[in-house]
Structure formats: structure tokens, C-alpha cells
């Protein structure tokens, strides 16, 4: 059973940041999601299994950094200038194969998110 745990999430205000983290009980293609109630879960950052390839959504491209630990079992998302449009429950979710997807329905397993609160 692969298990994925985040943490981190919290309140902050607009421009601060926070650190967001994703234990995982093997080495996946990574994916952080976030999600706002009534609306679709979109898709935030990935990471390429292998060769640590990242691609970014263009609402956080240059504040975000989606990174994981030498061991591969710890995903992070370093989220820097924080806007209160952030604010959203933050998933992550792992990817059996060696390339992320943007597509949520991609992803084999799922954390139980961590909720990101970005007052102004």
C-alpha cells in the first residue's frame, strides 16, 4: 500500500511563504495539486521520477519550487509570495510511470492534503 503524507500547510499572510512536504513510501513521478471548494482540482507542479524534470503552472511559476530529497521519498513545495488567491487545500499525488502528468486522473495515489490559508 503506498502511502503519501503531507505537511505543512497553514495560515500566512500575502507575501510570506511557506514550505509544504510529502512523505511517500517509494520513488514516483510527483504531482501537487490544489483544490478550492466548488471548483476543479488543479494542477500546481511535477516532478519527472528519473530525471527530476519540473513543470510549473503559470499562476505560480517563479514563486513556486517543486523539489524532492536525495532519497526521493520526500517531495517538497517551496511556495514563496504567497497571494491570498493561493490560498486552497494542497494535494500531492503520485505517478507509477517515469513521466509526471498534468492530469490529475494520471496519478495512482493520493495524500489527504493539507489546507493553505493566505490571508491579505
Same mark, same amino acid.
Given at each position: ?6 505537511? =505543512?500547510? =497553514? ?11 510529502? #512523505? ?13 471548494? =466548488?471548483?476543479?482540482?488543479? *494542477?500546481?507542479?511535477? *516532478? ?17 519550487? *517543486?523539489?524532492?530529497?536525495? !532519497? ?12 491570498? #488567491? ?6 500531492? !499525488?503520485?505517478? *507509477? ?8 486522473? !494520471? ?14
Amino acid at each position: 500500500q503506498v502511502q503519501l503524507t503531507e505537511s =505543512g500547510g =497553514g495560515l500566512v499572510q500575502a507575501g510570506e511563504s511557506l514550505r509544504l512536504s510529502c #512523505e511517500v513510501s517509494g520513488r514516483y513521478s510527483m504531482g501537487w495539486f490544489r483544490q478550492v471548494p =466548488g471548483k476543479e482540482r488543479d *494542477i500546481v507542479a511535477t *516532478i519527472n521520477r528519473d530525471d527530476g524534470t519540473t513543470w510549473y503552472a503559470a499562476a505560480v511559476k517563479g514563486r513556486f519550487t *517543486i523539489s524532492r530529497n536525495n !532519497a526521493g521519498n520526500t517531495i517538497y513545495l517551496q511556495m514563496n509570495q504567497l497571494k491570498s #488567491e493561493d490560498t486552497a487545500v494542497y494535494f500531492c !499525488a503520485a505517478r *507509477i510511470h517515469k513521466v509526471a502528468n498534468i492530469n490529475q486522473h !494520471a496519478y495512482d495515489y493520493w495524500g489527504q492534503g493539507t489546507q493553505v490559508t493566505v490571508s491579505s
